[in-house]
């Protein structure tokens, strides 16, 4: 597969909760920063966000917002308006007045990404996916958007679970759509992807992670010196090309370990390294314990969200 194809699959994503969100008249409502990544879609009017230190964000119909993580925030019907501070909800959100059409409609809500990686996979990524409906109408991004208000705006039967695959779907197009985009520097994987001698280098990792690659090498696959590319590399992904090939190999071991269906024999194979032994090493080294109980533990973690 493809890097981008890699993350999404190690992120395993899943539309964990969307809603309706309407505001009628003036409202402003704050959200403490919380451990989830989240989304909204605006399918009718404007509303305005803010960040803390930023300036406020013009929200508008047919825009979609994506934070991987999500950080302290306001959403008012003005910019300046006073913001009470409320939790979030699954049930259905209205904003201002409670009677009458609302001048405020989107779809907000979270995803849930595996957690075994999450941390490192999210990283990758950048803080913030904006695209405006202006950028997205166009394109399948904007006929996704379209499906998903005409979806909310009826009750046919599987509409719920619908929605899901739907959000999904829109999830992984506004990744690619982020990578495709000529505008400004993104952060980590997506911009690696946008440089080609990179994306090259990246495309190999990926394609063989078993391989035994070098910085020459990869230089040589992307086209580049052997001190431009290890520069440009660490410049642009955040790390070294070898510190990226490591931690990646590491996410595939984790996820490997965690549904617990291959030996590490299996798994070291797999992923480059010469014995069960010296993945034990490396892997311990890097996450602080041996395979084995970072394997129970994630059993045990698994076996206990199941329970809830």
Not at 125 to 140: E, F
Not at 199 to 218: E, K, S
Request: charged share 20%; aromatic share 6%.
């Amino acid at each position: 597969m493809d890097p981008l194809s890699d993350i999404i699959a190690l992120l395993r994503p899943d539309a964990a909760i969307s809603k309706p969100i309407s505001g009628k008249g003036a409202w402003g409502v704050s959200y403490a920063a919380h451990d989830a990544p989240g989304f909204t879609i605006v399918l009718a009017g404007r509303a305005w966000l803010s960040f803390e230190s930023e300036e406020p964000l013009a929200l508008t119909q047919g825009d979609f917002l994506l934070l991987p993580t999500t950080p302290a925030f306001s959403l008012s019907s003005e910019p300046g308006i006073r913001c009470d501070p409320v939790e979030p909800r699954v049930e259905d959100v209205r904003h201002g007045e409670p009677d009458g059409d609302p001048d405020f409609v989107a779809l907000g809500g979270s995803f849930a990404f595996d957690r075994v990686n999450a941390p490192l996979l999210l990283s990758l990524l950048p803080g913030r996916i904006h695209i405006p409906a202006s950028r997205g109408r166009a394109t399948r991004f904007g006929r996704l958007v379209d499906l998903l208000a005409d979806e909310c705006a009826n009750d046919h039967p599987g509409k719920d679970l619908l929605l899901r695959r739907m959000l999904e779907a829109l999830l992984i197009e506004a990744l690619r759509w982020q990578s495709e985009s000529s505008d400004g520097a993104v952060a980590g994987l997506l911009n690696g992807m946008r440089n080609a001698g990179l994306a090259r280098a990246l495309g190999a990792i990926h394609a063989d992670i078993r391989a035994g690659w070098t910085v020459g090498g990869l230089a040589a696959v992307a086209g580049m010196s052997r001190s431009a590319f290890s520069a440009r590399f660490g410049e642009v992904m955040g790390c070294p090309p070898i510190e990226y090939l490591a931690r990646w190999r590491m996410a595939i071991a984790k996820q490997a370990l965690a549904q617990g269906a291959k030996s590490l024999d299996q798994i070291a194979d797999e992923i480059g390294y010469e014995s069960a032994s010296a993945f034990s090493t490396a892997f311990r080294k890097r996450q602080g314990c041996p395979p084995g109980k970072f394997a129970r533990e994630a059993a045990a973690q698994v076996k206990s969200t199941s329970r809830l």
